[in-house]
């Protein structure tokens, strides 16, 4: 066994568990990121590329934004179009006077590893077996990397471990409480290599929700709602298109490049909130304390809004010697959380169609899409929840 110690133990190098190292790193607190996969598999995940107006200003705030302010673009909102009903824009720069950013997660991922290596942090990739120790009392994680088993001391572990990994599982069975909607759908998505349309632009149809999204210039990311029981297989290329354009209003489809898919896939729908996020020495942050739908695309900006709480907090412990953030960070982060799982869940059960609804649940998704399209308080609280709320002081 080899015996290491330091102050944070972070498992987990996706977008959460590397952005918190970097400001903690900054910050001048020790601490190492335990990742299961190799850097080249997290680097290659495809993920949503919208960033709240709270996340950009994260970036700019951690010198991780050179890239997205010189290739990413400021978008001043997001386009609903409604089967035989008037388009609506959710109008950020109206209501908010700020914009959000199409840039996508993995340029994010890419920037975080890169800079990370640059100053030197501790990174462990293709770390196996990795396990929470004593989380209530002298904390360690132990892992086992290339056959030799490892036990890292720290004062505190940061479960950044995505829906699956082991941190949440840490804290006691009883202690835990747990929401969850699963969607009776997915999202089939492709990336192709053809310019994107203007508008991130989610499309109610008959049919099912339709969504455009963009990545750069030439590369856009299409999703059509699918049953879930669908393989990517019974899913041509062709078919996709036909079932995409036919989502969409005439006008928009006929602008819509197609072209071979680049690749493709099929992601299930779900809304999940573990309670607390804290459990003595251990914190969780990002997906391995929720999960959203990708309607709204919050699931990104949520990690970053736990990690701006988490890290104010352990920089607040070692800097100032104050609990107090530490103390609320499971209180503060739920409520931010489930103001955000709210507006994915309304968004998805407004633009999607549900298999047992009846035409009741039908007259309620348009009437919601009326009140919208007529009400200026609906416009301007939806162009606030979809820019991202505040952080807590
Ligand atoms: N040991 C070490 N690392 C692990 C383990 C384990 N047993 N289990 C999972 N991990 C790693 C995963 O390999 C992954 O790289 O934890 C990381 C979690 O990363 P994400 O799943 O990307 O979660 P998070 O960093 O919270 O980011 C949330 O990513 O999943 C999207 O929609 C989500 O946009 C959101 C964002
Ligand atoms: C994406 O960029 O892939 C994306 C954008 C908005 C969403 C979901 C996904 O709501």
């Known amino acids: 066994m080899k015996d290491a110690k330091t102050r944070v133990a972070i498992i987990g190098g996706g977008p959460a568990g590397l952005m918190l190292s970097h400001i903690l790193g900054v910050n001048g607190i020790a601490n190492v990121v335990l990742e299961r996969q190799s850097m080249a598999y997290v680097a290659s995940r495809i993920r949503a590329g919208v960033l709240e107006y709270g996340t950009a200003e994260l970036l700019k705030e951690y010198g991780l934004a050179d890239r997205m302010l010189r290739e990413g673009k400021a978008k001043n909102g997001a386009l609903i179009v409604w089967e035989n009903r008037p388009d609506f824009f959710?109008?950020?720069?109206?209501?908010?006077?700020?914009?959000?950013?199409?840039?996508?997660?993995?340029?994010?991922?890419?920037?975080?590893h890169d800079m990370l290596t640059?100053?030197?942090?501790?990174?462990?990739?293709?770390?196996?077996?990795?396990?929470?120790?004593?989380v209530t009392g002298n904390p360690s994680v132990t892992y086992v990397k290339?056959?030799?088993?490892h036990r890292l001391s720290c004062d505190f572990i940061c479960g950044c471990d995505g829906f699956?990994?082991?941190?949440?599982?840490?804290?006691?069975?009883?202690?835990?409480?747990?929401?969850e909607r699963v969607y009776p759908f997915g999202w089939l998505g492709i990336l192709v290599e053809r310019p994107p349309l203007e508008n991130f632009t989610y499309a109610y149809h008959s049919d099912g929700m339709a969504m455009a999204a963009q990545r750069n210039p030439m590369l856009s990311r299409y999703y059509v709602q699918a049953p879930i029981t669908d393989r990517i297989e019974d899913w041509s290329d062709d078919r996709f298109w036909e079932a995409l354009l036919r989502r969409?209003?005439?006008?928009?489809?006929?602008?819509?490049?197609?072209?071979?898919?680049?690749?493709?896939?099929?992601?299930?729908?779900?809304?999940?909130?573990?309670?607390p996020l804290r459990w003595g020495k251990l914190f969780l942050a990002g997906d391995a304390g929720?999960?959203?739908?990708?309607?709204?695309a919050k699931g990104l900006n949520l990690a970053f809004s736990d990690v701006f709480y988490l890290s104010r907090a352990l920089c607040t412990h070692y800097l100032e010697g104050s609990d107090h953030y530490l103390d609320c960070y499971s209180e503060m982060a739920l409520r931010r959380i489930w103001a955000?799982?709210?507006?994915?869940?309304?968004?998805?059960?407004?633009?999607?169609?549900?298999?047992d609804d009846d035409p009741?649940?039908?007259?309620?998704?348009?009437?919601?899409?009326?009140?919208?399209?007529?009400?200026?308080?609906?416009q301007k609280a939806l162009a606030y929840e979809y820019l991202g709320l505040p952080f807590e002081d």
């Open 146 to 149: 290339d056959g030799i088993q």
């Open 248 to 275: 969409f209003p005439n006008d928009l489809a006929s602008q819509v490049q197609t072209g071979p898919s680049i690749e493709k896939s099929m992601a299930p729908l779900r809304s999940f909130v573990s309670e």
């Open 290 to 296: 929720h999960i959203v739908p990708p309607t709204g």
């Open 164 to 179: 699956h990994g082991p941190s949440r599982q840490a804290i006691p069975r009883d202690v835990r409480r747990e929401f």
């Open 360 to 378: 009741f649940d039908q007259r309620m998704r348009e009437s919601d899409y009326d009140l919208l399209l007529g009400s200026e308080a609906a």
């Open 90 to 112: 959710i109008d950020l720069k109206k209501w908010t006077g700020k914009q959000m950013w199409a840039w996508g997660q993995t340029n994010i991922q890419e920037d975080l």
């Open 118 to 134: 640059a100053s030197g942090a501790k990174m462990v990739h293709e770390a196996d077996e990795v396990a929470l120790r004593d």
């Open 340 to 355: 955000s799982e709210n507006i994915s869940w309304r968004l998805t059960k407004m633009l999607h169609i549900f298999p």
